[in-house]
């Protein structure tokens, strides 16, 4: 409505809008439209509404990016990218813009976003009638000899009109007069005006005429321009120069140098003198662009090149050349030369990128539109033909358009950021001329990530190693996990993964979830826990998220905290005493008795070591120091003492060592009393007899449940996959004092903590801790025989669960007590027969009986 508002109102309204082309090519809908309005619109005025003439929802034009892509330097119009109308930015002068009287077309692209649309618009301006004719010159001079015969013809001087079409030049007119009237002949898109004579002139009659031509177009209403003429009246010059050719043609490259010779004139006059010397010009009514390129010489009829042509601005001109004589009046010959200007390849092709998108996700598929260009060259023909392509090696292609040298840039292959996160697209256009020229256009495009990658630990399973009496809160170890991704796709937390009620370590462990440190909830005990395994995931922070897991074996390292225990001898109170009787009689290397003493920790902090604090005769009795036992060095004599006191000494190799002492009184009595005192222990042993005869029953049943239990464990093991966990093994080669060792393989590695007294032969590994061993090739053998029964009882399957028996009902109690820790650990999934139950509860071999003489 405002447009034909516009119409009413002003003097155009001979134009109006016109008509929308709708194509369809291939998948994609492409619409044309077309559009014709007046030139010289006010800025503002609406040309249409593009959306509602394309179809599109208008609802959604500002979130698909709506907007006029303009190709020219020059933006004359903009689209409301909200309701779709086309509106002129800027007033259009369509002389300026289009030259000559053919249509007058502006192309737009019209560009839309989500999916990716282009259409284009042509703008047809229409031409109005705002330039009035004007001539070259205000004046025109005409000699004319007197013996001109009527029907002579002299051309006038042409008048321009920069209008098109119908506002352009209609006619001429003649002041009324006597002897003259005008003609015009049609040449090319021009009328020329020719002053006709039609009745002879008489100079002694009148000498000068003044006539006035009048210049009219076609407007409504007309517009005109004046040209006063001017008529001198001569005597008689009757022949005129003419030239050898009309038209001259000739055809020069548009890189010819400036000063090079483009064509020679050349007109003949038969009349002599100065009636036949001739002068050469060019036609003064000559665009004045064609004054700044060409140049005539006067003389010769030489024209020249004085300035540089281009074919893309011009591929035709046309000149005007005059031949005059000298005669009074002078004759005028008149030619054309048209000079056609051949195309050179001197224009690079351009590379326009009409959309791009500076991103794409690395899981895009392939075909995926990353950005839109078109290609164009000024050059014409073979020269102005283009071939595109992408030259650098990248995942991206070319996909031509409809249209021509318009393409679309697509991914031809899958994407990967960590590999590649940003590609640099350069794109080469190179047309068909020769020598060819080419263009290189360089699209940066990023790869966005895309949650891919599960975090990953470099190692699987993980060893750590801990000292007991950890100090609780502290953090003891850490692991670290790394994401090949990038921002929060990288971003990881850790957690222990849960298990079932019995191996849950959740309850004395923590992990921070920023930095995987894992921190102890509690203080461990070797003697109670000497390794455990558990699992860290790592989750990272994309969606959906991704997340690994490793293994994490821990292993609990001894140390010296335990004191050692005196096993033997113990008093009814509990205190390390005991009283021995020997025969006076008995010779050097009699066996006293035996200090029994245990160490809950291993190596060297469980490697005991006995010593004489204090003795009555150090001549008389002797210590073992590493068995504990006391043996006489010499026979009795009569003057030695009835009762002697030795205190021994029981100190651990740990560092800061650790020691306990015990007491024995030994008793030296005749023969006669040591047998009695004999025969009172055998009757005290046939009181516990039937006590010795219930707990070897108890310790059957704990037997035989302990076998079963061990060997429905081995099928599971067995039945497991191998893992690196090192595993464990008793060393049963001790003697002498409870010595207990601990045998474990980690790799091709095997070790072994030993106890109290290391075997002969047993070497400490150089770089090991100092409580571990190499395990010799031979093991040693008893220093001591024992008898059958008490041999056969020790090598049993379970010497773990041996009580030492006293002969009192206290330590029967005792030794229960210790039954009842065995029978509970046994649930627990303990591994390995009698090594297994030694490893993991030393504190049962506190109840070993290594007791030969009491059996």
């Not at 077309?105 to 004719?133: Q, R, S, T």
């Not at 004579?197 to 000068?208: G, M, Y």
């Not at 006063?228 to 001259?248: A, W």
Request: glycine share 6%; hydrophobic share 35%.
């Amino acid at each position: 409505m405002g447009f034909q508002g516009l119409c009413r109102s002003s003097d155009y309204c001979l134009y109006a809008f016109s008509v929308s082309i709708l194509l369809f090519f291939g998948n994609q809908a492409v619409a044309e439209l077309r559009y014709s309005i007046p030139e010289e619109v006010k800025e503002g005025t609406l040309i249409g509404n593009v959306a509602k003439d394309l179809g599109l929802d208008k609802t959604s034009l500002a979130d698909r990016r709506f907007r006029v892509v303009s190709g020219s330097k020059e933006t004359f119009f903009d689209v409301n990218p909200e309701s779709g109308a086309l509106h002129i930015s800027k007033k259009i002068d369509r002389e300026e813009l289009c030259h000559g009287s053919g249509a007058c077309l502006m192309e737009l692209k019209i560009l839309v976003e989500n999916p990716l649309e282009i259409h284009y618009v042509v703008v047809e301006i229409a031409d109005v009638n705002d330039h009035f004719p004007v001539f070259s010159e205000k004046e025109q001079i005409f000699e004319i000899a007197e013996n001109i015969s009527p029907g002579s013809r002299f051309e006038l001087h042409v008048a321009r009109d920069p209008d098109a079409g119908i506002n352009s030049i209609r006619t001429y007119s003649l002041s009324t007069n006597d002897h003259f009237e005008i003609e015009t002949t049609q040449s090319d898109d021009e009328k020329i005006p020719f002053l006709v004579l039609k009745k002879s002139l008489d100079r002694e009659q009148r000498s000068t005429h003044s006539l006035l031509v009048t210049a009219l177009d076609g407007g409504k209403p007309p517009k005109s321009g004046t040209l006063n003429v001017s008529i001198v009246v001569l005597d008689i010059n009757d022949n005129r120069p003419t030239f050898g050719h009309d038209p001259y043609q000739i055809e020069i490259y548009e890189n010819v140098s400036v000063g090079a010779t483009v064509i020679r004139v050349n007109a003949v006059d038969p009349d002599e003198g100065n009636n036949g010397e001739i002068e050469y010009s060019l036609g003064k009514t000559l665009a004045r662009k064609i004054y700044d390129l060409f140049e005539l010489d006067s003389l010769s009829g030489i024209i020249t090149v004085k300035g540089a042509l281009d074919f893309e601005e011009s591929e035709i001109y046309k000149l005007d050349v005059h031949a005059s004589d000298k005669g009074t009046p002078p004759l005028i010959g008149r030619s054309k030369v048209i000079v056609k200007i051949k195309d050179v390849n001197d224009n690079v092709p351009e590379i326009e990128v009409t959309s791009l998108s500076n991103s794409v996700l690395e899981n895009s598929k392939p075909g995926t539109v990353i950005s839109l260009i078109s290609v164009t060259d000024k050059d014409s023909g073979v020269n102005g033909k283009i071939i595109s392509s992408i030259i650098s090696n990248v995942p991206f292609e070319l996909k031509p358009s409809y249209k021509q040298n318009t393409y679309s840039v697509v991914t031809k292959g899958l994407l990967d950021r960590e590999e590649v996160s940003q590609y640099d697209i350069t794109i080469k256009a190179t047309d068909c001329g020769d020598p060819p020229l080419s263009t290189l256009k360089t699209l940066s495009v990023q790869i966005l990530d895309v949650n891919d990658n599960s975090p990953h630990f470099q190692q699987n399973p993980l060893q750590f190693y801990i000292i007991e009496n950890n100090v609780i809160g502290s953090s003891i170890f850490s692991v670290t996990a790394k994401d090949n991704d990038k921002n929060e796709n990288a971003e990881l937390s850790y957690s222990i993964a849960r298990a079932g009620s019995e191996k849950d370590v959740t309850s004395f462990l923590n992990v921070n979830a920023q930095n995987g440190h894992i921190t102890a909830l509690k203080s461990f005990d070797f003697e109670t826990l000497k390794t455990f395994q558990f699992q860290v995931v790592a989750t990272d922070s994309g969606t959906p998220s991704l997340s690994n897991n490793v293994t994490v074996n821990v292993f609990i390292l001894d140390q010296n905290d335990n004191a050692p225990v005196i096993l033997y001898p113990l008093s009814s109170n509990g205190s390390a005493e005991g009283v021995e009787e020997i025969p006076r009689n008995v010779h050097a290397g009699h066996l006293v008795t035996k200090v029994r003493a245990y160490d809950a920790d291993i190596g060297y902090n469980g490697w005991l070591l006995f010593s004489l604090q204090e003795v009555t005769d150090h001549s008389l009795f002797g210590l073992d120091r590493y068995t504990g036992q006391i043996r006489t060095l010499r026979s009795f004599t009569e003057t030695d003492e009835a009762e002697h006191k030795l205190v021994i000494l029981v100190k651990d190799n740990g560092n800061v060592s650790l020691s306990a002492t015990a007491t024995v009184v030994v008793k030296v009595v005749e023969p006669k009393e040591a047998f009695a005192a004999s025969d009172v222990k055998s009757a005290s042993k046939d009181d516990d007899s039937n006590v010795t005869f219930y707990l070897m029953i108890t310790l059957g049943s704990v037997s035989a449940l302990f076998i079963i239990s061990i060997v429905v464990l081995i099928a599971m093991q067995c039945s497991k996959t191998p893992d690196y966990t090192s595993k464990y093994l008793e060393d049963k080669n001790y003697d002498g004092t409870l010595c207990h060792s601990i045998q474990y393989r980690s790799g091709d590695k095997r070790y072994m903590l030993v106890g109290p007294r290391m075997s002969i032969g047993s070497t400490i590994v150089p770089g090991s801790h100092a409580n571990t061993l190499v395990l010799p090739d031979r093991r040693r053998r008893s220093e001591e025989v024992r008898s059958i029964k008490q041999s056969y009882f020790l090598q049993s399957c379970v010497p773990s669960t041996m009580i030492f028996l006293k002969q009192n009902l206290s330590f029967i109690s005792y030794c229960q007590k210790k039954l009842g820790i065995v029978l509970k650990k046994l649930d627990s999934g303990i591994t390995g027969c009698c090594s297994s139950a030694t490893l993991f509860f030393p504190a049962t071999q506190t109840a070993i009986v290594e007791h030969r003489e009491y059996v």
